[in-house]
């Protein structure tokens, strides 16, 4: 697709969700994916964006993401939730007690207790499908149930852009409670499109460590003790573009949490990961 | 480049992950590390290497050796960027089929040489055909498997000319491709074993697709009214068609008419705007609501309260006499089952019975829907507004096309 049709479709999406639940916000990790969702959001809604943006912080995301975090929330105006699970924080929950465990704790669980506390129906995620296998299989609204689970194995009809927006009327019929539904408006966006897009766009903020720093540079942002960098020359949007074209280096290569073992990312989607 | 959206249907098991996996390869869109990936997956679960692991994800399809949900991948030719649809085989994931072949320009019908047409390649022939996906190849695969025989391949052709005519494709413009999924023969290249093959591969085939842009009358579907500088902005897509500032339209069904003052984007205004542009429009007047269309004066959209549809069921059942809900465009409307004239096999497309009381799981039906007023046009003239969803506890449970407007049988 052209820059042009993906957006105009996130657009469409954005706006069906914003019209069909009551009370959305907004995953924000302060990465290329998200942070270009923001922009399509302020396209959406002519500037301003209507709800509020969660960051969920584990404490240990790399100094630079909180700055930039701060910088663009003043620019853009944003009604910035931070997300944090203080508890398991409090507790010493780290990487070396498992990545799954750590995950889980300091990212799911800290948004289960964001959305507990604001009762949002909706949460906007920046996920693509060709980041990963498991985010491929994925619909444009995909309901969670009150322990975040997702029904892989019964995925809801979407077709011709008629999502299916549940409502809570769901658990007087079949004993479910959902408590949210994930929509991913640039499910149908890949990386280059995004790299693209930014360098078409001209005004979307980049956090600088995806740009190359002795030979260096980030392709993902995560927090720093799971989040490598990958080799790399490419200096600015343009170079990065170029890079893109030709590589044959996985997008996530450097996230240690989703090849710990096969099917990690499944598990964690299960468990209500992003 | 052109974008092109296709997807592969067929039964299960006659291939169809396995030759978009190798399209990927072929097209070196895979990326190594995922290739190792696979290949270590392959140890742990004691299969051998497998193309269509690229693209089956879940461990349960894994364990399984089958496709469960419907899957979309990205690549591109020398020509065109391809999104490329992956779909379950089996019955009882029907509803995935019909997510994922939604969007398809075009589709590709795998059939295996040694099987030949089976259950599911006639369910999807009858289904895409009723999705209005006209541009079809056929792919017979596992060629290596009856040692390229070209006997093999002609047997197989006749049997699914047979059913392309009898769900109304016309065979002979069509073209089929004998094919290894598995070895790679006339997918990115040619073919040793199969000389006597003189036709396209099927990236060529792929390549050569033309997408048609004939132009339609305007519509313009409201997604919503938003205050944007102190004004009311009416948001939506243009659905088909052209409009253009200054242009004298009509809403339905509110009824409302009007002037566009402005195409509104954010930070700017725009002349016109194409199909499937999302933008906002200004009028002087206010009262326009989400699910109203709109149309110019000279071509206005039609209201209808009852009209002829033929649809799919993926719920448990529906029965004569039913109220549920009805989605067209972003209209959402009270809808009853007034009558059902038709029972129809999804796997042969053959009447099963007349006016029955009600169908059930996997059934197609033709059914008059009697509704609130909604606009609804025929799909074969502006099929963005001629299918619709059925909606039940919230639920998507089944989908269809209409047939014929204001229809009072």
């Known amino acids: 697709m052209g820059l042009k049709e993906l957006e105009n479709k996130s657009i469409y999406i954005i706006r069906e969700a914003y019209a069909e639940f009551d009370n959305p916000a907004i995953l924000w990790s302060t990465g290329k994916d998200s942070t270009t969702a923001l922009a399509l959001c302020r396209k959406a809604f002519f500037g301003e964006i209507p709800f509020p943006v969660i960051h969920i912080d584990t404490g240990y995301k790399f100094t630079q993401m909180y700055e930039f975090r701060d910088r663009i929330a003043d620019e853009w105006g944003l009604d910035l939730i931070i997300a944090r699970n203080e508890e398991a924080m409090n507790a010493g929950m780290g990487p070396e007690k498992g990545k799954l465990e750590c995950c889980t704790a300091l990212k799911t669980e800290a948004l289960m207790q964001c959305l507990d506390k604001h009762g949002f129906d909706a949460l906007f995620l920046a996920i693509r499908r060709d980041e990963h296998g498991i985010r491929a299989k994925e619909r444009v609204f995909s309901p969670r149930d009150e322990a975040f689970r997702w029904n892989y194995r019964d995925q809801p009809l979407e077709m011709w852009d008629q999502y299916q927006a549940q409502g809570e009327d769901q658990s007087e019929t079949d004993g479910t409670i959902l408590i949210h539904t994930r929509v991913h408006p640039i499910l149908h966006w890949r990386e280059l499109d995004i790299w693209e897009y930014i360098k078409r766009e001209n005004n979307i903020p980049v956090n600088p460590m995806y740009f190359a720093n002795d030979g260096k540079r980030y392709r993902s942002l995560g927090c720093e003790p799971c989040t490598s960098p990958i080799d790399s020359n490419a200096k600015t949007i343009d170079e990065i573009v170029e890079e893109l074209r030709t590589t044959k280096i996985a997008e996530r290569s450097g996230r240690a949490q989703d090849k710990e073992k096969a099917f990690m990312m499944q598990k964690l989607r299960a468990l209500g990961y992003m | ?409």
Not at chain 2, 97 to 105: C, E, K
Not at chain 2, 179 to 202: C, F, H, P, Q
Not at chain 2, 362 to 377: K, N
């Open chain 2, 1 to 409: 480049m052109m974008s092109v959206n296709v997807v592969l249907v067929g039964h299960v098991d006659h291939g169809k992950s396995t030759l978009i996996g190798r399209l990927l390869y072929d097209s070196e869109s895979i990326m190594d590390e995922r290739v190792e990936e696979i290949q270590k997956l392959a140890e742990e679960y004691k299969h051998r290497f497998e193309f269509a692991y690229f693209l089956d994800s879940f461990e349960d399809e894994l364990k399984e050796e089958r496709t469960i949900d419907t899957v979309s991948l990205m690549f591109k030719s020398k020509k065109n960027y391809y999104t490329i649809t992956d779909v379950p085989g089996h019955k009882e994931f029907i509803k995935n089929m019909l997510t994922g072949a939604s969007h398809a320009d075009v589709a590709v019908l795998v059939v295996s040489a040694e099987e030949g047409v089976q259950e599911q390649t006639r369910r999807h022939m009858f289904l895409l055909k009723m999705l209005g996906i006209n541009q079809i190849f056929v792919v017979v695969n596992k060629m290596d498997a009856v040692e390229y025989k070209k006997e093999r391949f002609e047997t197989v052709k006749n049997q699914i000319s047979e059913l392309l005519n009898s769900f109304d494709y016309a065979a002979e413009e069509i073209l089929f491709i004998p094919v290894s999924a598995m070895e790679g023969d006339n997918i990115y290249r040619g073919s040793k074993g199969m000389e006597w093959y003189k036709g396209r591969t099927l990236i060529e085939a792929l390549d050569e697709v033309k997408i048609s842009e004939e132009e339609k009358v305007p519509r313009f579907v409201v997604q919503d009214v938003y205050e944007v500088d102190g004004e009311n902005t009416i948001v939506g897509r243009v659905e088909s068609g052209m409009v253009r500032r200054g242009d004298r339209i009509i809403f339905e069904p509110s009824g409302i008419r009007g002037k566009i003052k402005e195409l509104k984007i954010f930070g700017g205004h725009l002349e016109e705007a194409r199909e499937g542009d999302c933008i906002g429009v200004t009028i002087s007047d206010g009262g326009i609501k989400r699910g109203d269309v709109f149309g110019l004066v000279e071509s206005p959209p039609k209201l209808t309260k009852q009209f002829l549809g033929e649809a799919v069921l993926l719920g448990k059942e529906l029965k004569k006499g039913e109220t549920l809900e009805l989605r067209c465009g972003t209209a959402k409307v009270r809808c009853e089952i007034k009558e059902i004239k038709e029972k129809i096999d999804s796997e042969t497309g053959e009447v099963m019975e007349r006016n029955p009381e009600k169908i059930n799981e996997h059934d197609a039906a033709t059914i008059v829907f009697a509704t609130e007023p909604l606009v609804v046009e025929k799909f074969a003239e502006i099929p963005e507004l001629g299918r619709f969803v059925l909606v039940k506890n919230s639920k998507n449970i089944g989908a269809g096309v209409v047939l014929q407007t204001n229809f009072f049988s």
